[in-house]
């Protein structure tokens, strides 16, 4: 755990981290970190002679030892165990020690080191990344929907009782053409999702292990297969444990064609990797479609990656699977991939907003195989229209962070400052107040529809859908704000530059120093 945390910026200073570059933990006397944004990166190289001389952070608890661990480790026997049984399974008043410290040590803010009983994280070795392909050439033309959509169950679900199955709503209304397949992060129970506004008839769901959530559309497709594949493990610093991903196998009825479709939650800290690493996870994540998979299957990744194009997660995906799209929603993390044969075979994509989620849901549409020419020729004009309206969005109440600053405008602000709003009246439209609100900070609002001549300034500069998905990422990358557009890897050194420092207690995720020194111009790479 962090007790103490110095930010300090030297020029042309590299910092050493310490337990941090080995697995962002710190021992129970605190630790000193001086280093924030990378700007140059390298990986730690050790000998086995040297690793094997290096404690990794172990130690093993002693009877009456004192100290944070030891109160930890009491406050599971006498507390933590009598009111919550169900968070030490297998356990009793009498297990081990090294079992109670484990426990104390496997959580999000560990107080106790690692007992040395337990072995050291492994399983780190990054494999290259397989040969994939190209989806068949022989077969009909197949225009295939996917979605992507993180539900923020434990509040839309839990804390609002599903918000009136506004989820479910959202996807019904926007299910024009129907989606092919969808997949969920942070969804505990897809019946609830699909089942209140009738979508289960058309679908079959699965659910995952790790709280994500699979569905196919049945009157298009025969399921082949399907299965669940682990691929990363979150850092110490936000635990929560493993990472996976699940997948299909399917076949279209009417082409005979196949798809592989895997959907994906990422590892924390966002933009980390993992404990292994963005590199790692991205390749084992394509070993998943080249193991699973066959050639000439159509493939496709979708998921809320907990990173963005600031990560090697998704720097690594780019030399491998076509970029379709990626939300706006915390500097990109919500994406799109496919083995598409040529980036024209984007048809559309769509940000079609949050249905009371803290990520908003994107959509696309891919075209797999040969298209008639006069097909192709008239889908560019159909593309733009659809494009144009795809990357707008006006806000509605449960709209989250948008919602809430066009309310507060159109009901506070302009009595209170009315010459923030030249132009408008206490009766103009919501859409005109959002544009008002994206006009300034476009990370707070995605430009509304309906308003003509209104710059595109959150957008890419082409009308047409994402060709280029890459560079989409990247310019919703340059629009993020704090800790989003932060790159933290493990068994990484940092350097900064600047003669600036800053003193803060009590931090335990190493994106607060890099949240601080964004704002500081020197410390932007």
Aim: net charge negative.
């Amino acid at each position: 755990m962090l007790q103490l945390l110095a930010l300090v910026a030297f020029g042309a200073v590299r910092a050493e981290l310490g337990e941090l570059a080995a697995d962002d933990e710190c021992t129970t006397d605190g630790c000193a970190l001086s280093a924030l944004h990378l700007r140059s990166s390298k990986r730690s190289e050790m000998t086995a002679q040297e690793e094997s001389a290096v404690d990794t952070g172990c130690h093993d608890i002693r009877e009456g030892e004192g100290g944070a661990c030891w109160e930890a480790i009491m406050w599971g026997k006498n507390v933590g165990m009598p009111q919550h049984p169900d968070w030490y399974p297998g356990m009793t008043e009498d297990s081990p020690l090294s079992e109670w410290q484990f426990k104390a040590w496997n959580t999000t803010h560990p107080k106790c080191p690692r007992p040395c009983s337990v072995p050291a994280p492994g399983g780190c070795v990054n494999v290259p990344a397989p040969k994939l392909w190209k989806p068949a050439a022989a077969g009909g033309n197949l225009e295939i929907k996917v979605l992507s959509y993180n539900l923020f169950w434990w509040h839309l679900f839990k804390v609002e009782g599903g918000r009136g199955d506004s989820a479910g709503h959202l996807i019904q209304n926007t299910a024009s053409p129907p989606y092919d397949v969808m997949g969920f992060q942070e969804c505990e129970d897809p019946v609830r999702v699909l089942g209140h506004v009738g979508l289960l008839e058309q679908y079959e769901a699965f659910q995952g292990k790790h709280a994500i959530c699979v569905a196919y559309r049945k009157a298009a497709w025969s399921l082949l297969e399907h299965g669940e594949t682990d691929v990363a493990e979150d850092m110490r610093t936000e635990y929560y444990g493993t990472r996976g991903t699940q997948w299909l196998r399917l076949q279209h009825k009417g082409t005979g064609r196949k798809l592989f479709f895997v959907n994906h939650h990422g590892p924390l800290s966002v933009n980390s990797g993992g404990l292994c690493g963005g590199e790692a996870t991205a390749h084992k994540i394509l070993h998943v479609m080249a193991r699973h998979g066959q050639v000439g299957d159509t493939l496709v990744l979708v998921g809320d990656f907990n990173a963005n194009a600031a990560s090697r997660t998704v720097q690594a995906m780019w030399p491998h699977l076509h970029h379709v799209y990626n939300s706006q929603s915390f500097g990109g993390v919500d994406n799109i991939f496919a083995n598409l044969a040529h980036q024209d075979d984007v048809v559309e994509t769509k940000d079609i907003g949050s249905g009371g989620s803290d990520h908003h849901a994107i959509s696309a549409i891919i075209s797999v195989g040969p298209r008639p020419p006069k097909v192709q020729a008239a889908a560019a004009p159909k593309a733009q229209m659809k494009s144009l309206d795809a990357n707008c969005h006006t806000a509605a109440e449960g709209d989250g962070k948008c919602w809430e600053e066009v309310h507060w405008a159109m009901s506070q602000g302009i009595y209170e400052h009315p010459e923030w709003y030249q132009g408008l009246e206490p009766s103009s439209s919501v859409a005109k107040f959002q544009a008002k609100v994206y006009m300034e900070n476009p990370g707070k609002c995605p430009r509304p529809c309906g308003i003509p001549n209104l710059p595109n300034v959150d957008g890419p500069t082409q009308t047409g859908p994402m060709k280029d998905g890459s560079k989409f990422s990247v310019e919703v990358l340059d629009r993020a704000q704090g800790s989003d557009s932060c790159l933290l890897e493990p068994q990484t050194e940092y350097a900064v530059a600047g003669g600036w420092y800053q003193m803060r207690k009590g931090i335990q995720d190493p994106r607060v120093c890099c949240q601080l020194c964004q704002q500081q111009g020197q410390c932007k790479a």
